[in-house]
């Protein structure tokens, strides 16, 4: 059944598709040992993620990428990733896409994934999810996210283009968490542009990136990162030209930092460019190396993950919550140190102990 | 010289503290093992989490709850979490609280942290840092977090009381986010309450949690978590009150539900109350068990992360690196599969095989 299920995914066929990535989604190992037969697709599709904080009009910017990428002819799928609404079952980004009526064109698939409480299990839905979608013959597959946390940021690193989107008029502490993100963007857009203060916001991205981009050139020991985060904060506060701040060291050629680009995803001003603009950074990856490296990047993380989970489940077979339940309690009960305890736990998992 | 200085940490000396946190953020083993000296210090200390989106003001909160907390003469640490600033070494947060004056005040120790990259490295870091704050003797340890993503909630579920801090005036994306965490909350909060539609925002809350407890209570096999969400957010469309929503299973006691609360941080309104509240919650969860659950639980998580980081530690010390690097080239060459190349990785890992 699951070489069958994997055969039909190779297929393109739909059903088959979203059969097989909630099998994964479950856990289910079998579906797992069956992805096998996808050695051959992987990196057959151009990965983008897309994320930024709420309110930023993602999904209306994705909706309006749809329609770009199709209109370049290319089967488009989305993964709709929402980690922090256990309950909803990620139905509410996916909805909101399918609602626009891409659900009736034959050439687009939407999939919202959500958190089902498992550590780590979002990260490695979606890395799987894009596996089989890419065996199916997706070219273009878009990973968007709620939010800007750590999650987020894991889960949208194994794209190929990561789009992070702003928005003029979000708080101080928004641009703050974005100096935390700012190395994770090839592509930079302030959607609903024609606000107030989008050009401001270009300004900051623009100063930030030179500001980082002179930093990581002339970098001595002591310019660590702290040095940067505190002369980009000076720098929204102060609201000073990258340019300036950069002086003490070499200035950064302009070409080589990553695009900002404004858009109204309502309106779909910019969508184009936008489009345009993922495809070329991609191209340019592709041809400077940057691209297989960061694959193999990429893969070389899910690997560890994958052997991870996967000794869990050994952990899980050979009776291990006994085990665990027994030294949580002495632990608890002040018996037993965490630490000791922790050792324990794992020369029994190593030992494929049982009890 | 690690005994020594985890002796020094139970005299209560806080350059020790300062120093034994540090070398468990560098992932110091010995420091680990030189842990054990605090077996018998676990559960002392009473741990609040603090958590809710940028801008609703947790860090002038946490400021007045320090003050709370020290006019009933309790020794209080405060470790400032910032897990998506790897930039800016979390100083941010904690600078924020130190402005405030409790730098001088010996009974006050804050601490902050920040992500330096590794995966998991922050939850591991705030949970060793809680450890040693409370062999030191800190009877109140305060954990805040910026955001509320899935790390944020995997953070702060360490704590025996977890607030949940909310503002009017933010969209509803920040709603439906809300939405996902409402379980973890034993205290909610509209801070910023002198602001218009504070009144609103508590109505919301309070619909939220009623709508929750009834579904829980009333719940059948096609109840499931997809209907709490929807209902949910089908209240907050249309105004609804919670008990309407409610009707069609038995009403919940409103004596179960947890407390909303309004403040206004920055002038103090209402921090009184909510400090009494958070220490009512917590003496409320010891005398029904609840706290004790919570405590066991929380060690069993911490001892699956310890152990998994040991094996980490395993796998590096053994050479994985090299293999790992050589099964990845594989993959990206479509030599091998991803879940076959894992399999091998685990395989080598168990049997402790260096190349």
Known sequence: MY????RRCLDGEVRAVARFISLLEDGDR????????????????QIVGITGPPGSGKSTLTDKLIGYFRSKEKKVAVIAVDPSSPFSGGAILGDRLRMQGHAVDPGVYIRSLA??????????ATAFALRVLEAAGYEIVIIETV???QSEIDIVKVADTVVLVSVPGLGDDIQVIKAGIMEIGDVFVVNKADRDGADRVVREIRAMLETQAALKRGRSPSAGPDTLASRSIELLHHGQTGTQAAAPVEQTGLEDLPPVMKTVAETGDGVQELG??????????????ALQERRLRSIKAQLKDIAAWQ?????????GEGRLKRLSEAVYLRKKDIYGAAKELTAALVKGEST
Not at 311 to 319: I, K, V
């Open 3 to 6: 070489e069958e299920l994997a």
């Open 30 to 45: 079998q579906a797992y040992n069956a992805m096998s037969a996808f050695a051959s697709t992987i990196g057959h599709a």
């Open 115 to 124: 958190s089902r409480g498992q550590l780590g299990g979002l990260s490695k």
């Open 147 to 149: 939010g800007v946390g």
């Open 276 to 289: 345009a603009c993922i495809v070329s950074q991609f191209e340019k990856a592709r041809q400077n190396g």
């Open 311 to 319: 000794l869990m489940d050994r952990f899980a077979d050979s009776g």
